[in-house]
Each structure stands twice: as structure tokens, then as C-alpha cells.
């Protein structure tokens, strides 16, 4: 059984700031027909080496998906992890880069 992250044709650069949509996918190999593991959770690593947990969701499509928002610039990693019925997890980066503007307080 595999899983892996949504096809990427264009590297996206992502700025401080900006919420990332993280998804991923478990197929079966030889038919490439969707699986849904008991449980799948979401790590995510910051610049600085903090982990944390994100909670996915299951979508219509079957993949999972998560929302991180980009606090730091610098390079994220991410890894998807299915448990049960389906075992797997796939890992992958995003980049992000400070932003020229400054949040205001309003």
C-alpha cells in the first residue's frame, strides 16, 4: 500500500503567513484505488525543529488534509502516517520565505 502527496508539477513558495493546504492520498499499488486508513495523523516541522501535530480530515476524494500556518520562514516538513487496516505514510517539504509586508493590528 502507498501513499503520496498531491502531484506537483510547479514548486509553490509559500510566504510567512500564508495557511499551507497539506493532502495526501493512500492507494493500493496495483489498482490505484483510494484506501482509508483507521487513524492518520499529520506532523508537521517548523524551521526552528518544532513538531507538531495537525489533525486531517477525510475528504470526499478519500485523501486527507491538513492546514498549517506558515509562522516562520524557511524549509517545513510534513509526514502523513496511516495506521490499522492500512499502514503507511509518506513525508515531504514546503518553503517558505518572509514577507515584505508587516501585519497590522486594526
Known amino acids: ?5 498531491t502531484d506537483r508539477r510547479i514548486a509553490v513558495i509559500y510566504s ?5 493546504n ?3 492520498r493512500f492507494e493500493d499499488p496495483d489498482t490505484d484505488q483510494p484506501l482509508v486508513p483507521d487513524t492518520v495523523t499529520c506532523q508537521v516541522k517548523d524551521p526552528d525543529g ?5 489533525t486531517p ?4 476524494d478519500d485523501s486527507f488534509a491538513a492546514q498549517v500556518q506558515a509562522t516562520k520562514a524557511g524549509g517545513w516538513f ?4 496511516g495506521t490499522g487496516r ?3 505514510a509518506v513525508e515531504d517539504r514546503f518553503s517558505v520565505r518572509p514577507t515584505s509586508f508587516r501585519a497590522t493590528a486594526s
Open 50 to 54: 518544532v513538531v507538531t501535530t495537525v
Open 22 to 24: 497539506l493532502r495526501v
Open 86 to 88: 492500512v499502514q503507511g
Open 16 to 20: 510567512v503567513g500564508d495557511v499551507v
Open 57 to 60: 480530515d477525510l475528504q470526499a
Open 1 to 5: 500500500r502507498t501513499a503520496s502527496t
Open 78 to 81: 510534513f509526514r502523513f502516517a
